[in-house]
């Protein structure tokens, strides 16, 4: 495990140039401005945004990033000739691998992110988690990689880290060998932009409409996966992995104010929540700070504008997707890396306007039950089932004519 005692930490950040991504290096620049931690960037990854890829590079003054689009690879060579570029699909795992660190934010969305956090983790790195794929695809596989390279997940997900320090600030979670008395965890959810929307309009909701989220600012596919409720089906997977409860003892509830992040019931029947404003700043110092705690650039709690808490069942006859989350842990296996390869197909589509907005969990769904899942040993039986779901959907695409998005 790596020492957070350290006088400087190195960091690297996989996704820089995401929302999370972004939102990181602005919490570090926070951080070593006001003097509550030396953290310095070692590394810097990124898909294809090459503007802000160097303008980051420059900033933190990182001699070291990859780019996954190696069209592009020149550019940045020749913006920052003092740099190591690595570049192409592996560019990310090439960066954890050649450059010494003690701690990685894994900020790659999807697939893509899985194998350079993998490598993290063997590495012994402490890991800051927005990349859900890891535990949704390959949960199997880190549990014991934690365990051999000693490495620390701390997850960023509002939700998961809302039930981190829950756990934590119980006394009985800090005894080695002891799990606190949980009856179960509730991941809030804050219902995206179609709510309160009938199922026939939703189903037919332009990608401008499912972009629109009511308080969170993210990313196009994050965005999506909010809008189907697919977020919550793979954070239902990751909150699995991440506690080791098993299904019956992960629910979930509608919050649309975003105000309680998620919150432990225990056994006595008392319950610990989490609650702050929607500024994903607040997890991600969390977990670039924990153990500790220190003043924050996230915005404060206005107490004088909150009017109510409303909290609402899941309607799953209109969100379909997070009962998919459920049969995903009970079915074990490749199960989670066919629904997430699936899921990212169909939203990709849907963001190039192929199919409709009520086609991509049909698909995620059609595929979780039409591809058997196969026992997760290692990586390429990750990368194999990952593989066949793409196809599958890809195939799925092919045959129908489908109604084009607006």
């Not at 909701?205 to 196009?220: E, F, K, Y």
């Not at 390429?380 to 004519?401: F, G, I, P, Q, S």
Request: net charge negative; hydrophobic share 45%; proline share 6%.
């Amino acid at each position: 495990m790596t020492d957070r005692s350290a006088s400087t930490r190195r960091l690297i950040v996989l996704g820089s140039t995401g929302s999370i991504g972004t939102n990181t290096l602005n919490v570090v620049d926070y951080l070593n401005r006001s003097a509550s931690s030396s953290i310095q960037v070692v590394g810097l990854a990124a898909g294809c945004n090459v503007k802000t890829l160097i303008d980051q590079a420059r900033w933190f003054k990182v001699k070291h990033v990859a780019i996954a689009d190696a069209a592009q690879s020149q550019d940045v060579r020749q913006a920052l000739p003092d740099c190591t570029v690595f570049a192409g699909p592996d560019a990310a795992l090439k960066l954890v691998k050649e450059v010494q660190a003690t701690d990685c934010a894994a900020a790659i969305v999807g697939a893509a992110g899985l194998a350079p956090t993998l490598e993290a983790i063997r590495l012994g790195l402490t890991i800051s988690l927005s990349n859900k794929e890891t535990l949704v695809a390959a949960g199997e596989l880190v549990r014991p990689m934690l365990k051999a390279s000693g490495a620390r997940l701390i997850p960023v997900d509002s939700e998961h880290s809302a039930i981190f320090q829950c756990l934590n600030t119980h006394s009985g979670a800090a005894v080695p060998g002891q799990r606190p008395p949980v009856k179960r965890i509730v991941l809030t959810a804050s219902g995206g932009p179609f709510r309160t929307t009938d199922k026939l309009t939703m189903d037919n909701a332009t990608v401008d409409q499912a972009l629109r989220h009511p308080t969170w600012s993210m990313g196009p596919k994050v965005s999506i996966d909010s809008a189907t409720m697919m977020n919550k089906t793979l954070e239902v997977i990751e909150a699995h992995w991440l506690f080791d409860l098993p299904g019956e003892k992960i629910d979930l509830l509608v919050h649309p104010e975003s105000v309680v992040h998620s919150f432990v019931e225990f056994t006595d029947n008392s319950i610990l929540a989490q609650l702050g404003p929607p500024d994903m700043r607040t997890p991600i110092q969390y977990a670039l700070t924990y153990p500790n705690r220190v003043g924050s650039c996230s915005d404060a709690m206005d107490w004088s504008t909150l009017r109510g808490l409303t909290f609402e069942p899941v309607d799953f006859d209109r969100f379909k997707a997070p009962r998919l989350g459920y049969q995903v842990i009970e079915a074990g296996g490749t199960a989670g890396a066919i629904l997430n390869a699936a899921n990212e197909v169909a939203v990709k589509a849907f963001l190039e306007r192929r199919i409709p907005f009520g086609r991509i969990v049909e698909l995620a769904d059609q595929a979780l039950t039409e591809i058997p899942p196969g026992p997760l040993d290692n990586l390429e039986a990750v990368t194999e089932a990952d593989r066949l779901a793409r196809d599958w959907v890809e195939n799925k695409l092919a045959e129908a004519t489908m109604t084009p998005a607006r």
